[in-house]
């Protein structure tokens, strides 16, 4: 039996062939952290270590509540400025980048074959350029500053084949919500997720992440897409080092193999409190909420936002309804201006906020109310994530956010399109 | 052994509503993070708990975000172990670096409720309530080194010399 992508790349890393299930050492390539930095710092120091051990595979990105929204978050990002001073680390992005994940791939650090840990959940994301990576939390991270070495257990692989084109108005976040509405916030604990099939082939990078991004919703370890000419053709413009294209053998081992013929997903809707709550959107049509999201490391790329933009064209935003923008990045959020796309939302009556993580995780820009609804194209719709304990979040596509925020209810995109 | 008390939640417990976003990013003392634990699942639980008290769940205890609060909120608690049908990959790993056990047994998600009188053998890998015991399966070798340590710091001291 041949292997798996996981199975090649941590056995690369490691030395020697490796199955799933085995236990292995291995020196990641990259680490990225960002505002939780200060945290791992702070773990870091007791350690009585004076340098970290590879200052040139720190990646910090400063992200989750930027510009500081008050003095003890202006504080963490001093502590962090001035260890990156310290320990010379030179990949360093300061509030005006964006979100981690998305500055992340376009520094290109994402990269083929590299096997890299981050201190956020989302870090499975990488996955779309055909690299492994995984999240671990900030003690761990301390722990690779000082070592440069991490223990993991190669994963089983799921592998999802999807086949057929998307149907009008469905797009990545649709497909990847129908699979873990069917499946379950738990199906991939511990596992490799490989997206395949034709339908694979034909997503762009920005769904690709979008995909891989939410393996972390089903439990995923690392999410993952075999690079083709897309992926090459983004990395010819980007990439600064070598990389190495590593695929799964044709005769892998999976654990099981789902298949989805994306041409029968309609638009999805994750309902409270968990992501696996989904529910086609004619099943919660004329749901009333408060707040629309678009954007997030999720969907803030320029396909979720000219998605957006097409929709909400010459219209207004429903007058009971606050619209926020969040762009993935700076990069996003200069291609989207050049391109008109944030007059039209702007115009359609959408609040602009700058690149970065804003209110997804509940810490400022736009907290929610006791009794107030949010529908977001985040991922995340936990309990209190976004404001109270008495609201709630849905989650959904940017073309049903777009339409919905018109609407004034949750509406199914289609009749917008 | 320590006799702890039962705290009995379902599956999916997830990162936010044991240690809420909002205060990830505010460096915390252990008691004030204790303060918060479960905040937005039960908040009778962080003024009623009692140190050696167990939390049981159901599956994919911990899904979600990568904070390791999630897991440090529990043990500065008071909290002796988590039990539950399955862990999320990530709270597994956090609780273990930072020193909070975890036990894995079906057996014992499912009979035990809010309430019981319940003692654990970590060594023996049993959870005795009365005249039951649950058994659990041991750690993998990998992670029972960092355990015994105390945690991931302690351990890490010592594979780089500084103990």
């Known amino acids: 039996m041949g292997q798996t992508f996981s199975e090649k790349v941590l056995g690369k890393k490691a030395g020697r062939r490796v199955r799933a299930g085995d236990v292995i050492t291995v020196s990641p390539d990259f680490y990225l952290s960002h505002d939780n930095a200060s945290a791992i710092i702070s773990e870091f120091r007791k350690l009585g270590l004076k340098n970290v051990k590879a200052p040139e595979k720190i990646v910090i990105i400063l992200d989750h509540i930027v510009p500081a929204a008050a003095e003890k978050y202006a504080q963490n990002h001093k502590t962090i400025r001035e260890f990156v001073a310290e320990q010379k680390i030179p990949n360093f992005f300061d509030i005006q980048h964006g979100v981690c994940h998305q500055v992340f791939s376009e520094a290109s650090f994402a990269l083929p074959g590299k096997v890299i840990m981050g201190s956020d959940s989302h870090t499975t994301t990488y996955g779309a350029f055909g690299a492994f990576s995984a999240g671990v939390g900030r003690t761990e991270v301390a722990s690779i500053w000082a070592t440069d070495e991490i223990w993991l257990r190669v994963p089983e692989t799921l592998e999802i084949g999807l086949e057929g084109k998307f149907a009008r108005g469905v797009s990545a976040k649709d497909v990847i919500l129908k699979i873990i509405g069917d499946h379950g916030a738990d199906r991939a604990n511990y596992m490799a997720v490989e997206f395949t099939g034709p339908a694979a082939g034909n997503f762009s990078l920005a769904s690709r992440m979008t995909l891989a991004n939410m393996a972390a919703e089903m439990g995923a370890k690392n999410g993952y897409f075999e690079p083709d000419d897309r992926t090459l053709e983004w990395l010819k413009k980007r990439a600064r080092t070598d990389y190495e294209i590593i695929k799964s053998d044709p005769d892998a081992g999976y654990e099981a193999t789902l298949t989805y013929d994306i041409s029968k997903v309609e638009p999805q809707v994750a309902c409270p409190h968990t992501v696996d709550n989904v529910k086609p959107v004619a099943a919660v049509e004329g749901t009333k909420f408060h707040q629309a999201l678009l954007g997030t490391c999720t969907n803030g790329r320029m396909e979720d936002l000219e998605m957006a933009a097409k929709i909400l064209k010459g219209r207004k935003i429903h007058s009971q309804i606050r619209a926020l923008v969040l762009p993935a990045s700076r990069e996003v959020y200069l291609e989207a201006l050049k391109k008109g796309i944030m007059e039209v939302l702007s115009e359609a009556g959408c609040v602009i906020l700058n690149p970065g993580c804003g209110p997804c995780l509940g810490a400022h820009e736009g907290i929610l109310a006791p009794g107030e609804v949010v529908l977001s194209t985040s991922n995340r719709n936990f309990k209190g994530r976004m404001g109270s304990r008495d609201s709630e979040i849905y989650l959904a596509s940017p073309a049903t956010v777009a339409a919905s925020a018109l609407a004034g209810k949750i509406t199914d995109p289609r009749k917008y399109l | ?163």
């Not at chain 2, 809420?20 to 634990?37: N, Q, R, W």
């Not at chain 2, 709270?91 to 009979?111: D, K, M, T």
């Not at chain 2, 945690?151 to 594979?159: N, P, Q």
Request: hydrophobic residues 45%; contains cysteine; neutral net charge.
């Open chain 2, 1 to 163: 052994m320590t006799k702890g008390r039962v705290w009995k939640y379902g599956d999916d417990v997830n990162t936010d509503v044991i240690f809420p976003g909002k205060y990830t990013y505010v460096l915390m003392e252990p008691a004030e993070m204790a303060k918060h634990a479960l905040e937005d699942l039960d908040p009778e639980f962080a003024a009623s708990v009692r140190p050696g008290d167990v939390i049981v769940a159901g599956k994919n205890f911990g899904c979600g975000s990568s904070r390791e609060q999630a897991a440090a909120c529990l043990k500065f608690a008071g909290v002796q172990a988590v039990v539950a049908k399955s862990f999320a990959r990530i709270y597994f790993r956090n609780a273990i670096n930072l020193g909070l056990p975890v036990c894995q047994s079906i057996e014992a998600s499912e009979h035990l409720k809010t309430g019981d009188e319940v003692e654990i053998d970590f060594a023996a890998g049993k959870i005795i309530v009365g005249d039951k015991v649950y058994a659990f399966p041991p750690l993998p070798d990998s992670v029972i080194g960092i355990l015994a340590a105390g945690g991931l710091i302690e351990y890490t001291k010592i594979k780089i010399g500084k103990k």
